[in-house]
């Protein structure tokens, strides 16, 4: 049985208090013929220093499958923090992983005002890779939200 209240036959609509969610799905593949074709143009316009550190191989070659995951997450963060047409530099969302492999997400610049300015208060990130895809799940708690 479904409770019925006073809105009822209302279409609901997210709302701007609660929390946000971004997600994104990136092919591997897509990822590493960007590499391949744009080389250094690529890697040093989308990824930060540290990012390029994290995702190399240990013979120090870009290592696709964990960029495509980075990539993944910084689309998932420009879900959440565009409304618009506002320009956001790839590197101004920085992900990392911790020593455990926890990610994390750095905003800096244009993106980090984009948060102050939708009120985020932090962003928590999730990322995965399965067969030919990386994906990733970013959610924004809301300052005055719980």
């Given at each position: 049985?479904?409770?019925?209240?006073s809105?009822?036959?209302?279409?609901l609509?997210?709302?701007?208090?609660?929390?946000?969610?971004?997600?994104?799905?990136?092919?591997?593949?897509?990822?590493?013929?960007?590499?391949?074709?744009?080389?250094?143009?690529?890697?040093?316009?989308?990824?930060?220093?540290?990012?390029?550190?994290?995702c190399?191989?240990?013979?120090?070659?870009?290592?696709g499958?964990?960029?495509?995951?980075?990539?993944?997450?910084?689309?998932?963060?420009?879900?959440?923090?565009?409304?618009?047409?506002?320009?956001?530099?790839?590197?101004?969302?920085?992900?990392?992983?911790?020593?455990?492999?926890?990610?994390?997400?750095?905003?800096t610049?244009?993106?980090?005002?984009?948060?102050?300015?939708?009120?985020?208060?932090?962003?928590?990130?999730?990322?995965?890779?399965?067969?030919?895809?990386?994906?990733?799940?970013?959610?924004?708690?809301?300052?005055?939200?719980?």
């Amino acid at each position: 049985m479904i409770a019925r209240h006073s809105g009822a036959g209302r279409r609901l609509r997210g709302g701007r208090a609660g929390p946000r969610v971004g997600i994104d799905l990136v092919s591997v593949e897509a990822v590493e013929e960007s590499i391949r074709v744009h080389s250094g143009r690529y890697l040093g316009r989308v990824y930060t220093s540290r990012e390029l550190h994290e995702c190399s191989t240990p013979a120090g070659a870009p290592d696709g499958r964990r960029l495509a995951s980075r990539f993944a997450a910084k689309e998932a963060a420009l879900k959440i923090l565009r409304t618009g047409d506002e320009a956001v530099p790839w590197q101004s969302i920085g992900v990392s992983c911790d020593s455990s492999g926890r990610p994390s997400i750095e905003l800096t610049g244009a993106a980090a005002d984009l948060a102050r300015a939708r009120r985020i208060e932090a962003l928590d990130l999730s990322i995965t890779q399965a067969g030919p895809y990386a994906a990733a799940v970013v959610v924004a708690r809301m300052r005055g939200t719980r």
